[in-house]
C-alpha cells in the first residue's frame, strides 16, 4: 500500500484539439465555457508544443516522456520497443490502479504498445467497443451473454482493424468514399464521446466514494473535434446558423465528410469563402459540443476534496490544419496549428492554481510531471540512460525555474500508410509539397525555426508573427543558424537515448498471414 499523499492522477487527451479554439487561450468565441472553467483552478502553459503532428508519436511521446526520434513509434504499424516504459507501466509497479478510456483507435486498437501497463483499458472506438460492465442497461444474465459474445468479437475484429494499419491495399480501400460512412460512423472511429465521459465520471465518483486506499491513474482519450464533422443540431445552429438553410453548404460538407482522403491533402487551391467558413464553424461546433459533455467531470475534478489529492492534467496531442499554409489535416508539417496545444495542469492541493505561464514547454514532460507527483524515478538499465523527472516536473517551469531554458522541440514524420495513397492517386502533390521529407521544429522563447529535412530552414519570430507567415532565415541569419545548431545537437542526443540493438519494425504481410487472409475473405473484405 502506498502513502496515502501519493496523489490520483487524470490525464485527459484533448485529440485533434487547437489550442485558439480555446477562450483561455484568446478565441472570440465562446466555445469552452467549462475547460475555461477548469483553467482558472488550474496553472494555464500558455505555449504548450506537443512532440508530433499526429496521435501515435505524440502519444508515445507523452507516455514515455522520450521525442519520437528516441522512441521511433512513429508509424500505425510500429510497436513501442518494451524497453522503454510507459506512465502506466511505471505507475503499476508502484501500486497505482492504471484504467484507460480512450475513444482513438489508433491508440486503443492498434497493437503499437501504448496500453502497455494498463490493468484495464476500455476502448469506445473500433467495430466491438469495450466498455466498463456498468455502462450497460441490460438485465445481469443477458448482460454477462453480451459481454461475453462481445468478446468473442473483439477476437475476430481487433486483428482485421490492425490490419488496416499495416496493408497500404486495405488502407486504400477505406478511404473509398463509399466505406468511409461505415467505418467513421458504424464502426465507430470516434468513439463515444458522451458515453465514455459517463464511464469516467461514475468510475471516478465510485473511486472517491469507496475512499479506495490503493490511488488511481485514470486516461481519457478524446476526439470529438477530429473529421467527419456532425455535431448535434443545437451547436450547428449556433456556430453555423446559416447550415440548415444553404443547401450549397450541406451538399459541400455532407461530400467532404465522406472523402477522408482529402481530410489530410495538401491544397492545390485555396478553399472558397464559404468552405473555409462551414470547416471552421463545424469544428468550433465539435469543440463547444465536446466542451458541454465535459462539464460534469471537470466540475468534479475541482471539488475541493478530490482535487486536493489529485493531479489532474488536460492536453492537446496535436492540432488540426483547416487550409493554414495550404495543409489540412494533421500529416505533414511542424507549424503551430498542429504543434501549439492546449495544456493545462491542476496540481495537488492547489499549487500555482491561477497562474499562467508564457515559457513554451513540451507535452513529453507530462511523463515526468506525472511519475514526480507519484514519487517515482526512472534509473539508468542496461538499455536506456536515467530519466531525471523532477526536474523535468512542469511544476518547477511553473515556479519560474524552468529547466530547459525555454527550449523545446517538435518533429513531423509523415504517416506512410497516406503516402502510400498519394503515390497512387496525387503523385504531383508529393514533390511540390514536400511530403515525404521529415520535418522538425526548434522552438526558444518567440523564436521557431521549421526545418524541411534537406530543402530549407524557415525561421518565425513567434511575439509578431504567431501564424508563420513571414519567414525571417535570410534577414536574421545568426539566429536561425543558432537555433539550426541547437535543432542537431538534439538530433544526436535523442538518437543516443534510444535503446541498445534498436529492434527493426517490420510490417505486416498479408499474404503470409493466411489466417487474416480468411478471416477478411469471410467478412467481405477482400474477394
Sequence with gaps: MMNAKTPNIVFIVLDTHRFDRISTYGYRRDTTPNIDDFGRHATVFENGISTAQWTIPSHAAMFTGEYPTTHQTLQAH??????????????????????????????????????????????YGGAVPSVPKSSSTLPKPINAIWEWYTQQLRKLSYPIQ??????????QLSMNPMFVPLWSKL?????????????????????TRTHNDRPHFTFVNLMEPHLPYSPPDTFVDKYAPYFKEDREVRDFMRKYNSQAFRWLLPLEERWKKMESAVLNDLYDAEVAYQDHLLAPLLEF???????????????????EGLGEHSFMGHSFVAYQELVHVPLMVKFPNNVAA???????????RIFHTVLDAAGIQVHETDTQPATDVKQLNLLRTAQGNDPENELVFAEAYAPNTFLSMMETHTPQLIESFYC????????????K??????????????????????????????????????LDAFMTQ????????????HSLNLEEDENLMNQLRGLGYIE
Design 78 to 123: 510500429h510497436r513501442l520497443d518494451s524497453r522503454i516504459k510507459t506512465i502506466a507501466t511505471h505507475l503499476s509497479k508502484h501500486g497505482y490502479k492504471t484504467t484507460g478510456f480512450c475513444n482513438n483507435p489508433l491508440v486503443g486498437i492498434l497493437d503499437n504498445g501504448l496500453r502497455q501497463g494498463f490493468q484495464t483499458f476500455y476502448n
Design 162 to 171: 490492425n490490419a488496416f494499419a499495416h496493408s497500404d491495399f486495405l488502407f
Design 187 to 207: 464502426a465507430n472511429f470516434k468513439g463515444n464521446t458522451a458515453r465514455s465521459l459517463q464511464d469516467t465520471f461514475n468510475y471516478l465518483k465510485e473511486e
Design 301 to 319: 475534478l475541482t471539488r475541493e476534496d478530490v482535487a486536493e489529492n489529485t493531479l489532474t492534467i488536460i492536453a492537446g496531442d496535436h492540432g
Design 354 to 364: 491561477g497562474d499562467r505561464v508564457a515559457q513554451p514547454v513540451s507535452t513529453r
Design 436 to 447: 515525404r521529407l521529415n520535418r522538425r521544429a526548434v522552438v526558444q522563447k518567440t523564436e
Design 449 to 486: 525555426l521549421v526545418r524541411i529535412d534537406g530543402v530549407q530552414d524557415e525561421l518565425f519570430d513567434l511575439a509578431s508573427d504567431p501564424h508563420e507567415l513571414h519567414d525571417l532565415s535570410a534577414e536574421d541569419t545568426d539566429t536561425a543558424k543558432k537555433l539550426a545548431g541547437k
Design 494 to 505: 535523442a538518437i543516443a537515448r534510444r535503446p541498445d540493438t534498436w529492434q527493426t519494425h
